[in-house]
């Protein structure tokens, strides 16, 4: 299996873009392997474009170091998810000590992406998203960590609903909450065809999922695709958007026929 990807970001009409993302690939014995990341510096906290940029960073040091030893040995999927979260909770107790010697407030969210073999993993701790088009049929693979979803699991909101409560803005948990932090764990099999998008809030706010899903089911690639996800964070700064914007497209391909 083989990768084309692409990404775009936006300050918006913010004054600093407190988002990051991350996007790496590399060969292996099993084929090519995949990460990528969006960060969304938590709105209201300081230093939020320090703290995203620093789970980037984290990230990047996992996937190049010690993912590669995972791979190599074969391990399942789930020790590589129980791998990476533990890099997450590293980075979420730096975040939290840094804002604590500095008598503040920083955080931001995480959703990524590892696709390797015949498997793809999903953490998130946030609000920002993870999508998979298979076939027509667009699928969220991350459940926001807000105060509207927690409404909607205990039967007091309906899903419509949510989008639109004040308290969809309200995170449950972020990096930067400290060292407990649980990211959510989604694991499953990649297939030809796929197609993955990695999103903040900011991004897919204005956007419906069948916006959404009609650009990821193009047979687009390079600059087609880069140029189809500007277009689409265009149209959100048209409908008022005022948010950063970052998104990444991940297209999984066949390799020498395999």
Request: net charge negative.
């Amino acid at each position: 299996m083989d990768y084309e990807f692409q990404y775009v970001t936006s300050i918006g009409r913010r004054n600093v873009n407190q988002d990051a993302c991350y996007v790496c690939s590399a060969s292996s014995g099993g084929g090519t392997v995949l990460c990528a990341a969006v960060c969304d510096g938590v709105g209201g906290f300081a230093k939020g474009e320090t703290a995203s940029a620093e789970t980037v960073r984290e990230i990047d040091e996992w996937f190049r170091f010690e993912f590669p030893e995972l791979a190599e040995d074969h391990r399942s999927r789930f020790a590589v998810a129980e791998s990476l979260t533990e890099r997450l909770r590293a980075v979420s107790e730096r975040i939290f000590h840094f804002g604590q010697f500095y008598s503040m407030e920083s955080g931001t969210t995480a959703a990524i992406l590892v696709l390797f073999g015949r498997d793809y993993i999903v953490l998130n701790v946030g609000d920002s998203r993870v999508y998979r088009l298979r076939g027509r049929a667009i699928r969220l693979l991350t459940e926001d960590q807000t105060l509207a979803m927690l409404e909607v699991r205990r039967g007091k909101l309906s899903p419509a609903a949510a989008e639109k409560s004040p308290e969809s803005n309200i995170l449950t948990q972020c990096i930067g909450s400290g060292k407990d932090v649980v990211p959510e764990i989604k694991c499953g099999h990649v297939r030809y065809g796929d197609s993955y998008l990695l999103c903040t809030d900011g991004f897919r706010r204005r956007l419906s999922e069948t916006e959404v899903s009609a650009v990821l089911r193009r047979e687009l690639s390079g600059e087609q695709l880069r140029h189809s996800l500007e277009d689409l964070a265009e149209t959100v700064l048209a409908r008022g958007e005022a948010d950063n914007l970052t998104a990444i497209a991940v297209k999984a391909e066949r390799t020498d026929g395999r």
